[in-house]
Every structure is written in structure tokens, then in C-alpha cells.
């Protein structure tokens, strides 16, 4: 960040590169280090900047070096021409912390000092200044600064002043000095502080990498001859951080880059969101034809395509000597002034100018120099001198090459090599200073389509950054200024896409979970299975439109699931409301019977109570006798039954013997009728033989089912039913038989007629035991219903018991438990619902002596609490009830002798309270109310237990 970002106009830390991260490891899943790629760095930034910007940061953070002055000849920001704005208030810490981050990546002290110096150089080339139209010279004003560069670089004075004043060209073997024009030295010195800049960032990226992943680079062997190793990573974790659209009032070169990167981006996102949206549908079988997203290739088609596309066109322009801006803006009106994202700019704004239509909106372009930048030229001249440089960091920069894609591949000037027998250093190898390095767009070009292609084969996730204004300040969110950054980034099309589909898919199991308390009564509501069946039957019971099901998820609208919220706020509003009128009903019933008892004098509220203990005495009584009736009448049908079955086996056994009869009648029939009529003879004997059979397995399953009585006694009478029926059509059927065989054999017509009378009785049989059946069935279910009342009875009984010691509900009443269980209250104390009061002589813990008091128990924080007397609020002392292990008064006996009427004792872990009252009765009332609390914990252990 602080040799690749900058303050800009939107942003105090602005990335002015695109950073490629690639985070590698082995196959066992380990880190072996980490890549990084640059691209499109804004070296423009070097040598000038907007109103309100400044240069990349180490610019600045170099006045902050101890010896600044002296060793670099620095003094202040606003004395250089490439250095906008001022230093910051951190500038220092910033600093450290630099020089903290390139030790710890492993940057010796040398390599940094190195790093110093070739930035103190750039900032002291920004101040040489030329005079002269035609013959530029430097102006005597600046040559300090031009002396502290060439020092800095370790160059001569001379050379580099004259490399940069004039051009040095050799034609047919004879050498030409030309001097530049005073723009043109300007442009020289401007090439040459934004080439050595550039290269020193590649240098650094290009060292990290080094550092931070040695075991990918080939490592060096002791043994000549033996190949280096070098390791491949098996997986890798890549982020791509890179700077957003820009638009600028005035957009150049580095602007349509920046942007046409931006649209690569938004392409490859659109697609793959919407590749992802296609094979989730057709993974859940869910058609999604009808969603479309906004291609926009054609406009990258536009820049990219060959032979006629704008970055080609820039190339050709650039080939031309007598080609300019002018021209290349001209070209582009003529081959694109029909497409939908080309606008020509029909007012002239005193420079070439056109507009992009981006997917954000439209972007007007300052085409001056596009073809300058664009060419990116360095002269022979500079990268001579440059490589000549004493300084090793900065001649081995300048003899490596530049790639296709922009990266430089180093090389160091004095490895040794062999060329035609001899050995020789790598500059006497070959010079490439006058190489022509490929245009900055095709390096652009390049980059963007190696970058896009490791991206494909990733799985990618986007982040996009927004910011909320544009003053930095915190709790000032701008709607309009973040609707335009959401559609820059493109998240505005990304939710279109989802919006058109269906962006709202749960699972089966989490929206039954959810939402099934709609469709399912609550008593059902633990046996719903969270399967598709339900989801829909919940969908259709919300009467939902315009959803599909998939395989393992439901595919709903967006807006479905306010919907379904809103039912399910609705249905709790109206359990609020059930709930409400329950209590107001219930809290009524309370009160009138409150108020009835209030009404009674102590006589009347006594009968009452002792009414209810009676009534409660005879229902319990009652209910005894029910139980024990019904247990002697279970005991007599379960005997009952078990003849029944006895019975109805021996039935089963004569209908298989009457079947094996049937069956040698029909063998007998079969012998002695012609051939036709033994046959349909032989069929109807069959079909009565297999209806004897299934009269025989019936009655056996008859038999079984017996034991059950009570639950399958319908079913046994059905069954029954039928068997008459079938018995019915079979005595039928043999009477039809008889008849025709009755004129050729008169003896076997008689023997029908005797076996028809025998299917006869037998039918009358089954009718009889068919209505007995029914009869029983009806006498079961009577005596289930009267068993199933009488449990409801019992439970409820047994509630009202329990509920009845149950201090922690809001309907316990402690005089009623003091009633129910003394049946009735002593005068001495007074109790109402939740508190009971009285006078109550205690021990004290010194010396023994009866003391009397007033205890007041409170019910519903459950504290026993004596005071000095009725009228005092100051407590004496509290308990706990549950604290207290029991409470108890001594027997009548024991009560006699120590003459201690009225005695009652409190034991708890930490002391037993020795108490009494004015008499028994109160005693009693005390010893019941104290112990309701351990009497309620037994009876509700048991019936957890139970």
C-alpha cells in the first residue's frame, strides 16, 4: 500500500494498481507461501496529479527518514513539483512501520537504503527544469536537483543531463546528436521517472514473492550437474483486489483501462451469477427460461475484437509518425458511430474527445495523449545510461525485459555466460535498449485475458466496497451516492437476476419447521414430518401463488416471504387474543367465588368448606367402588372370551371337516355326471370347496382375534356378516345342484336335501353368533367410554390436588390449602390468598428467652418474616422457605409435660426456631401453612416420577 496507493478525490487510501493475491498450498493441505501479480499501475501519478490528490504514499513517507536532508537532499513536500498536498499528521509512524514491513519480509538494511535513494531520485528529477525552444538546455536554477539525481542513481552528472537534452541516433554507421525541443526534454524527464518508479514496484512485488514462497522457486544444488528443485502447489486461495469504475470530469488513458477491466469483471460476474441461478433450477428440475441478465459483450467485443476493435485501432494509430490524437479519436467516430455503446461527441470541448456507453452510464474520454501513453516509449539514450548505472538494483532493472503482459523479467548485468567461446557478461551478451516493448494497451490486453482465465478456473465469491459519502465522515449515509456505487459494481443486476427468479429457497424441513403451526393443529404438531407433502399442504393452506417445487426446496418470490411472516404475526395475534379471554373468564370465576366467601361470616365459610371436604370424601369413595366394579367386570369378560375363542376353534374344526365333505361330494359328482356337466359341476365345486376353505381360515382368524375383543369386536361382527352371506349363496348353490340332479339319481337328491338342511342350521348358527357378537361389541365400547370418563374424572381430581398445594401457580389460595387441610382457620391468625399473619412467640439465639413477635409468610416470594409487632415495618429477621427442612408441633404429650401449649418448632441447615402460639388451632394453622411448600415438591416429584 504504500508504494500502490495514493489519496485521490474519493478515497485517502485509494489502490492505484490491481493486485492479484495467490495464497498456495501442498497437497497436505499446507501453506507454501504466497504470489502476487500487479497490474495497471497509475505511474502517470509519478509526475502529476488532480487538485486535491497526491502521489503514492512513500513519496511522503521519505521526509520522514532521519537523514532526509542529508543524505537524500530532501526538504519539504511542497517544494517538489511531483508532490501534491502535505504531509500527514502520522506521516512518521507511517514510516516505521514501512521500514517494520520490509524487515520482516526479509529486505536487508542495503536493499532498503537502495529503495531511499532511487525514490529521492524520481522526487529531485520532478524539479529539473529546461529552457530553450528549439534547443532545450537545464536551467542553471535546477541543477542541484539534477546533481542530487544523478548522485542517487550513482550515474555520471553529465550523461544523465545530456540523455535527457539529446537524442543520440546512429544512421548507415554515422553517429547524429539531436537536441530535443524543451517539451520534449519534459517528456524525457517524465518518462524516466515514472520507467524507474514502475520497475522499482515490479522489483518489490517481484522480491515479496521471492520471500514470502521460496519452495516455488527453483532452489540452487551443491552438485553441478543436478537439477534445481522446485515445488507446485497443489490448491491455491486467490483475491483479486483492484480499483472500481471511475468517471471522472476528466477521464483519460488510464481511465478507459481501468473501466474496460471493470467491465471484464462485471461480464465474467453477471455469468456466473447467472450460470449458478441456471444450475441450481435445473439441479431442483425448475424451469428458469424466463430469467435473462444485460450482456455486455458486445461492448467488449468493441474494445477487444481484431481486426477493428478500439485498443487495435490505438495500435495501428500508433504505428503511424504523423498520427494523433485527433486522428485516432476520428477513426473511432468512423467504425463505430452506428453501436449502441459508442457516442461520438458532437460539441467540440477544445480537445479529441468520445463517450462509452458502460453498463453504470456514460463515460466521456480525453482522447489527449492516448497515443503517448499508449506507446509508453523509453529512449535508447535513457536505458543506456540507466544501465549503466553503479547502482546494481537499477542497472539489473533496466536490462531486464519487458513481457507480453507487462511484467518484467529480471536479470542481473554481471552473471556470467558463454558466447561464441568466450565468457562474457550479460550486457556484452546482446543491448536490448532499443527493443520495442509491446503497447501499453496490448500489455493491458494480455494481462486482462490471463487474469480472466484464472479466474474461470476457480469457484469465485465477489465482494464489493461502498462508500457512504463523499466527505469520509462517519454516520452520513447519501442514498443517492450509494445507488449510483451499487450500480457501478453491479449489484443492482445481480439482485434483478435474483428478483426475476426465485431468491427465496428453503428446504422442505426448514419450512415445515417454520411456518407448519398454519396447516397443522397444535396437538399434531410433534408428528408432522418435515417432507415436500407438507410444505405444499402449508403453501396451499397460505394460498401462495406463483412458487414451484423443486426436488429438496421450495423456489418462492422474493416478496413470498413477507407473506408468510405476516400469516404466521397474524396467527400468534389471535392465540393472544384466546389466551386473553381465557384468563378474563378465569380470573372472573375466581373472583365471584372469592367474593361469595367474603360475603360468608366464619359459620357460613365454615359449613362451605366442610361441604366441599364431604363431597370431595364421597366422590373419592365413589370412585373406589367404580374402579373395584370395573375390575371384576374386566375379569369376567376377559374369562368370557377366552370360551368364545374355545368356541368359535371348534367351529373352525367343523367347517374344515364340512369343506373335506364338500370336496368328495365333488369328486363323486365328477365321476358320475357327462363330460360338459362335470365340468361346470367341478367349477362350481370348486369355487364352494374354496369357499369352505375361506370359511375355514376365517373362522381361525376369528379364533385369534378373540383375544382382542374389546378393540376388534366391530370388525369380528362384520366379518361374521359376510360368512352368513357367503354360507347363504353356498346353500344356494347346492340346492341349484340337487335339482338338476334329481331325475337320474333320486337317492343323491334326497342326500342334498339333507346337506342343504345342514347349511341351513349352520347359517342360522353363524346369524345367531353374529348378533351376539354385535351385542358385545356394543357392551364394550359402553363400558371403554364409561372407564375413559372416569380416568378424565380421576385426572381431574388428582389435578385439583395437585394444584391445590401449588404455590407457584397464579390461582393458589393458602387459605383455601389451610381449609382444605384443617378444615378450618383459627381466629388468632388471618389469611387471605397469599400471606398469613399472626402473633408468634419465638426463642431468641442468646439467652433463650421467649420473645413475642408477629410473623407475616408471604406465598409468592415465599418469605417468612417476624417483626417486632403488627404495627412496626422493620423487619426482625426473614426465612427462607425453601430453606426449611421440616416443621413440626410436638406431640399432645410431649406438649403436656413441658407445659407448652400452642409449641411449634422451624428446622433449617443453619438453626431450629423454637416457637408457639396462643393455641393449638393456630399452631396447627402455622405448621400447615409452612409445610405446604415441601408438601407441593413431593406431590410434584411424584407426578413427575409418574
Not at 239 to 256: A, H, M, P, T
Not at 371 to 379: G, P, S
Request: hydrophobic letters at 40%.
Amino acid at each position: 500500500e504504500a508504494f500502490g496507493n495514493a489519496q485521490t478525490v474519493m478515497n485517502d487510501n485509494s489502490s492505484r494498481f490491481g493486485k492479484y493475491s495467490r495464497l498456495l498450498f501442498n497437497a497436505d493441505y499446507n501453506v507454501m507461501g504466497v504470489q502476487i501479480s500487479e497490474y495497471l499501475l497509475e505511474k502517470s501519478r509519478v509526475v502529476e496529479q488532480q487538485a486535491g490528490e497526491r502521489n503514492f504514499h512513500v513519496f511522503y513517507y521519505i521526509f520522514a527518514a532521519p537523514d532526509a536532508a542529508d543524505k537524500y537532499g530532501l526538504t519539504k513536500p511542497e517544494d517538489y513539483n511531483s508532490l501534491g498536498g502535505t504531509l500527514w499528521p502520522d506521516n512518521k509512524t507511517m514510516y516505521d512501520e514501512m521500514l517494520a514491513a520490509l524487515t520482516a519480509v526479509g529486505f536487508t538494511d542495503a536493499e532498503q537504503e537502495k529503495v531511499k535513494a532511487m525514490l529521492a531520485a524520481v522526487i529531485h528529477l520532478s524539479n529539473v527544469q529546461f529552457e530553450g525552444e528549439d534547443k532545450s538546455t537545464v536551467k542553471d536554477s535546477s541543477a542541484s536537483h539534477l546533481a542530487h539525481a544523478a548522485r542517487l542513481l550513482e550515474l555520471p552528472t553529465d550523461d544523465l543531463k545530456k540523455c535527457l537534452t539529446i537524442l543520440h541516433t546512429v544512421t548507415r554507421g554515422e553517429h547524429i546528436d539531436r537536441l530535443y525541443t524543451c517539451e520534449q526534454a519534459y517528456d524525457c524527464r517524465d518518462a524516466m521517472s515514472k520507467a524507474v518508479y514502475q520497475r522499482l514496484f515490479s522489483w518489490i512485488v517481484s522480491k515479496v514473492n521471492e520471500l514470502l514462497a521460496p519452495s516455488l522457486f527453483a532452489s540452487k544444488t551443491e552438485r553441478p550437474g543436478v537439477a534445481a528443485v522446485k515445488s507446485i502447489p497443489a490448491y491455491e486461495i486467490c483475491v483479486l483486489d483492484i480499483f472500481g469504475f471511475e468517471n471522472f470530469k476528466d477521464n483519460s488513458f488510464e481511465q478507459i483501462c481501468i473501466n474496460l477491466a471493470h467491465e471484464q469483471l462485471q461480464h465474467f460476474f453477471n455469468k456466473h451469477t447467472f450460470q449458478l441461478e441456471l444450475e441450481e433450477y435445473e439441479k431442483e428440475g425448475i424451469d428458469g427460461t424466463k430469467i435473462s441478465f444485460t450482456d455486455n459483450g458486445p461492448l467488449l467485443s468493441m474494445f477487444l475484437e481484431r481486426p477493428i476493435g478500439i485498443l487495435t485501432l490505438l495500435d495501428e494509430e500508433c504505428t503511424f509518425p504523423k498520427a494523433t490524437d485527433t486522428t485516432f479519436v476520428e477513426k473511432l467516430d468512423s467504425h463505430f458511430k452506428g453501436h449502441s455503446f459508442y457516442r461520438p461527441v458532437v460539441r467540440s470541448k477544445g480537445h479529441p474527445a468520445f463517450s462509452i456507453m458502460h453498463f453504470p452510464g456514460q463515460v466521456d474520454y480525453n482522447a489527449t495523449n492516448f497515443l503517448e501513453k499508449n506507446r509508453d516509449n523509453l529512449a535508447a539514450d535513457i536505458v543506456e545510461v540507466l544501465q549503466a548505472s553503479q547502482l546494481d538494483i537499477v542497472s539489473d532493472l533496466f536490462y531486464g525485459d519487458i513481457g507480453s503482459t507487462g511484467h518484467i523479467e529480471f536479470k542481473k548485468r554481471d552473471r556470467a555466460k558463454t558466447h561464441r567461446g568466450k565468457e562474457v557478461t550479460t550486457s556484452e551478451v546482446v543491448n536490448k535498449a532499443n527493443k520495442k516493448a509491446p503497447s501499453l494497451s496490448a500489455q493491458f490486453k494480455n494481462s486482462l485475458s490471463e487474469l480472466v482465465d484464472s479466474m474461470t478456473e476457480c469457484f469465485p465469491h465477489f465482494v464489493r466496497c461502498i462508500k457512504p459519502n463523499q466527505s469520509q465522515r462517519p454516520d452520513n449515509f447519501l442514498d443517492d451516492f450509494v445507488r449510483v456505487q451499487l450500480g457501478y459494481t453491479g449489484v443492482l443486476e445481480a439482485t434483478r437476476i435474483r428478483q426475476e427468479g426465485y431468491s427465496w429457497r428453503p428446504a422442505f424441513d426448514e419450512f415445515v419447521r417454520r411456518f407448519k403451526i398454519l396447516a397443522f393443529p397444535v396437538t399434531m404438531l410433534s408428528r408432522v414430518q418435515e417432507n415436500m407433502s407438507n410444505a405444499k399442504k402449508i403453501l396451499d393452506v397460505a394460498k401462495l401463488q406463483n412458487y414451484q417445487v423443486g426436488k429438496t426446496k421450495l423456489f418462492l418470490k422474493f416478496y413470498h416471504n413477507d407473506e408468510m411472516e405476516g400469516k404466521l404475526r397474524q396467527f400468534y395475534n389471535r392465540i393472544v387474543i384466546t389466551q386473553s379471554s381465557y384468563r378474563a373468564w378465569h380470573a372472573r370465576k375466581i373472583y365471584k367465588k372469592r367474593l361469595e366467601r367474603a360475603r360468608m361470616n366464619a359459620a357460613e365459610r365454615a359449613a362451605a368448606e366442610a361441604r366441599e371436604e364431604e363431597e370431595r370424601k364421597l366422590k373419592e369413595a365413589k370412585l373406589q367402588e367404580i374402579l373395584k366394579l370395573e375390575k371384576e367386570k374386566a375379569e369376567a369378560e376377559l374369562k368370557l372370551q377366552e370360551e368364545q375363542r374355545k368356541e368359535l376353534e371348534l367351529a373352525a374344526a367343523a367347517a374344515e371337516a364340512e369343506a373335506r365333505k364338500a370336496e368328495a361330494e365333488l369328486r363323486r359328482f365328477a365321476e358320475e355326471a357327462s363330460a360338459e356337466d362335470a365340468k361346470k359341476k367341478a367349477e362350481e365345486a370348486e369355487r364352494a370347496a374354496n369357499l369352505a376353505r375361506e370359511e375355514q381360515e376365517r373362522a381361525l382368524m376369528e379364533a385369534v382375534e378373540a383375544r382382542e375383543a374389546e378393540l376388534r369386536a366391530i370388525q369380528e361382527a362384520r366379518e361374521l356378516k359376510a360368512a352368513k352371506e357367503k354360507a347363504e349363496e353356498e346353500a344356494n348353490e347346492i340346492k341349484m345342484q340337487r335339482q338338476e340332479s334329481k331325475k337320474r339319481r333320486e337317492v343323491e337328491s334326497v342326500k342334498a336335501k339333507e346337506e342343504q338342511e345342514a347349511k341351513e342350521k349352520q347359517a342360522q348358527d353363524l346369524a345367531t353368533r353374529l348378533a351376539a357378537a354385535e351385542e358385545e361389541a356394543r357392551k364394550a365400547k359402553e363400558r371403554a367410554d364409561m372407564l375413559e370418563e372416569q380416568r378424565k374424572k380421576d385426572a381431574d381430581a388428582q389435578q385439583a390436588e395437585f394444584d391445590l398445594t401449588n404455590h407457584k401457580s397464579v390461582n393458589f389460595s393458602l387459605v383455601n390449602y389451610i381449609t382444605a387441610t384443617l378444615g378450618k382457620s383459627s381466629d388468632e391468625v388471618m389469611v387471605d390468598a397469599t400471606t398469613m399473619r399472626g402473633k408468634v412467640a419465638k426463642t431468641g439465639i442468646v439467652n433463650k428467652a421467649w420473645k413475642n413477635r408477629y410473623f407475616v409468610l408471604n406465598t409468592e416470594d415465599g418469605m417468612l418474616r417476624y417483626y417486632e409487632n403488627e404495627k412496626t415495618k422493620k423487619e426482625k429477621g426473614a426465612i427462607n422457605v425453601l430453606d426449611i427442612i421440616r416443621v413440626f408441633a410436638p406431640s399432645a404429650q410431649a406438649t403436656a409435660q413441658s407445659k407448652l401449649p400452642g409449641a411449634f418448632m422451624i428446622e433449617t441447615a443453619d438453626r431450629t426456631y423454637f416457637c408457639k402460639t396462643g393455641s393449638d388451632a393456630a399452631t396447627a394453622a402455622w405448621v400447615t401453612a409452612l409445610s405446604v411448600f415441601q408438601v407441593h415438591a413431593e406431590k410434584e416429584k411424584k407426578k413427575t416420577n409418574k
